[in-house]
């Protein structure tokens, strides 16, 4: 069984800043991230995976951040006031449980060129 490993991450002017835990191994434990072809994951050229919202802790969170929701309105696509960059986004899952998806680009010290990808079929949901 792998180890778990904290790792942090935020927004690009650092007013957002994230602890999350993943599990330990190769690809930084993240395993293959979801690369969605739905027009907001597209455009903000996101990669995705999911922890539960126990595994997901703010550290940082600036006055006013704002949340932006779309289509079906589940996932609470959060950025920050300042930079508008989506470190993270809230929603439920297809069973009704909570989820935090966050924004692999968005963690420290990673190298996205080494990470697997899995691609999603947004745009049909």
Request: some cysteine; charged content about 20%; overall charge neutral.
């Amino acid at each position: 069984m792998s180890q778990q490993a904290t790792r942090t991450g935020g927004c690009h002017c650092g007013a957002v800043r994230y602890e999350v835990t993943i599990p330990g191994g190769d690809n930084d434990g993240l395993g293959a991230v979801i690369e969605c072809n739905c027009s907001i994951c597209q455009m903000r050229g996101l990669l995705l995976f999911f922890v539960q919202p126990d595994q997901f802790k703010l550290t940082a969170e600036p006055a006013g951040m704002q949340s932006y929701l779309f289509n079906k309105k589940q996932i609470h696509h959060v950025f920050c006031p300042s930079c508008g960059i989506e470190s993270f986004a809230r929603g439920i899952t297809p069973k009704g449980g909570e989820m935090v998806v966050v924004n692999a680009r968005s963690l420290d010290d990673i190298d996205v060129t080494g990470l697997s990808t899995k691609a999603f079929d947004g745009k049909k949901l």
